[in-house]
């Protein structure tokens, strides 16, 4: 899980700086995995490497949704759901996180690496990402 400070002005011209927090499960990551053939960080270190604008914007786009929830006060459950990710969309944050990803790859290998879970993440010579 990764807590990220977005610092964004809102739809009342109010700069404001909230933190936002993402996170992949084991199971969800399976899941990527599964639909990638099993080369789901394969995949997705292509992407970045190759610049790749099309499937960088979908990739970054699913992953940020995909990841964004609600951490509960006990810290027991992360809330996920559409209406909780269009919610997130909705807001000038989510620009400002995403237009990061697409132009910063340090932002975007330390945003991948922190919401994967931490066993399948190994970041090898180079910050390549791969998923185990």
């Given at each position: 899980?990764?807590?990220?400070?977005?610092?964004?002005?809102?739809?009342?011209?109010?700069?404001r700086?909230?933190?936002?927090?993402?996170?992949?499960?084991?199971?969800?990551?399976?899941?990527?995995?599964?639909?990638?053939?099993?080369?789901?960080?394969?995949?997705?270190?292509?992407?970045?490497?190759?610049?790749?604008?099309?499937?960088?914007?979908?990739?970054?786009?699913?992953?940020?949704?995909?990841?964004?929830?609600?951490?509960?006060?006990?810290?027991?459950?992360?809330?996920?759901?559409?209406?909780?990710?269009?919610?997130?969309?909705?807001?000038?944050?989510?620009?400002?996180?995403?237009?990061?990803?697409?132009?910063?790859?340090?932002?975007?290998?330390k945003?991948?690496?922190?919401?994967?879970?931490?066993?399948?993440v190994?970041?090898?010579?180079?910050?390549?990402?791969?998923?185990?």
């Amino acid at each position: 899980m990764i807590k990220w400070p977005i610092t964004y002005t809102d739809y009342n011209g109010e700069q404001r700086t909230e933190d936002f927090y993402f996170n992949l499960n084991k199971a969800e990551v399976m899941e990527l995995n599964l639909n990638a053939n099993g080369v789901y960080g394969a995949v997705l270190q292509r992407i970045i490497d190759q610049r790749d604008g099309a499937s960088m914007v979908r990739e970054f786009k699913m992953l940020i949704l995909k990841a964004y929830g609600e951490k509960t006060e006990d810290g027991r459950r992360f809330v996920k759901s559409e209406e909780l990710a269009k919610k997130f969309e909705q807001t000038e944050a989510y620009s400002e996180l995403f237009m990061t990803l697409c132009t910063s790859p340090e932002e975007c290998t330390k945003f991948v690496n922190g919401i994967f879970p931490s066993d399948f993440v190994k970041a090898a010579e180079g910050d390549t990402l791969a998923l185990a």
